[in-house]
């Protein structure tokens, strides 16, 4: 259980409660894991123009970007490929 | 010749002036609720200064409530974010509040909540921290609908965790 103030901020008297935390579920888990995925595929969107030719190296990592949460569900545990 | 401006400090008629709630230390709880907000308020200001996060894994968020107590779901975000020298956006999270902070660090934050129509709010939120050696910043936009009137407002881990540090000011108008 964790603790909870309540403060009456007119008088400033204080009280204390517990309450439960509710966990991320694992759709938001799976939410801030795409959002970070993403970010990471934007940082590399240049390796893709049209007038650049990716090498293999890139292209897999841009892959296995896509694909991370083929195999992670959470940043909790997640572990990045290896940026090229 | 540079022109300067001497502004009159008043305030323009017709503008309520800023009402200041007790400030309350963030130490040793994870959950901070300041009640008092009285009937017919349109603007609700919290700042947090130097709020420590202790070793959170999960966001610290402003929950908003009314006489049934805080609420905890209904916050239709957008958000944004750096981490780390990244920056991050989601424009469709839903969380159990308006998020300020992402990770585990000492942060500052300004709050703005402002009545649209009824009983409904728009939640803007900008945080400011030193993470490591990087300046970071959390910036968060959030509608959300109370069952009836604001009356009190909340900073809340949602892991649980005690905060370890920094003051909450709550002002209304």
Redesign the interface.
């Known amino acids: ?12 008297e204080e009280t ?1 409660e517990t ?4 966990a ?1 579920t694992a759709d ?1 888990k799976l ?1 801030d894991l795409r ?2 995925r993403n ?2 595929l934007t ?1 590399t969107d240049v390796w893709a123009l049209s007038d650049r030719t990716m090498t293999q190296e890139q292209t897999d990592y841009r892959q296995a970007l896509r694909d991370i949460t083929d195999s992670y569900t959470s940043l ?1 545990d997640v572990v990045w490929p290896t940026k090229p | 010749m540079a022109l300067t401006t001497i502004r009159n400090s008043g305030l323009a008629a017709g503008v309520a002036e800023w009402t200041a709630l007790t400030a309350v230390t963030t130490n040793g709880a994870s959950s901070y609720t300041v009640s008092g907000i009285p009937s017919g308020v349109t603007e609700v200001l919290i700042i947090g200064c130097g709020v420590h996060r202790n070793t959170s894994t999960n966001r610290a968020t402003i929950q908003l409530g009314d006489s049934g107590g805080l609420e905890t779901t209904g916050y239709n975000h957008t958000v944004s974010y750096t981490a780390a020298g990244t920056y991050y956006i989601n424009t469709n999270q839903s969380i159990a509040g308006a998020q300020t902070m992402f990770y585990n660090a000492e942060y500052n934050f300004r709050c703005h909540c402002f009545n649209t129509t009824g009983n409904e709010w728009n939640i803007d939120v900008r945080t400011f921290s030193e993470a490591g050696s990087s300046y970071e910043m959390v910036q968060t936009m959030v509608r959300k609908s109370l069952s009836a009137e604001l009356d009190r407002v909340a900073l809340v881990d949602l892991n649980g965790t005690n905060f370890d540090g920094g003051t909450l000011r709550v002002y209304y108008r």
């Open positions: 259980m964790a603790v909870s103030k309540i403060i009456n901020g007119i008088t400033g204390e309450w439960t935390p509710t991320q938001e939410t959002m970070v970010s990471k940082e909790d």
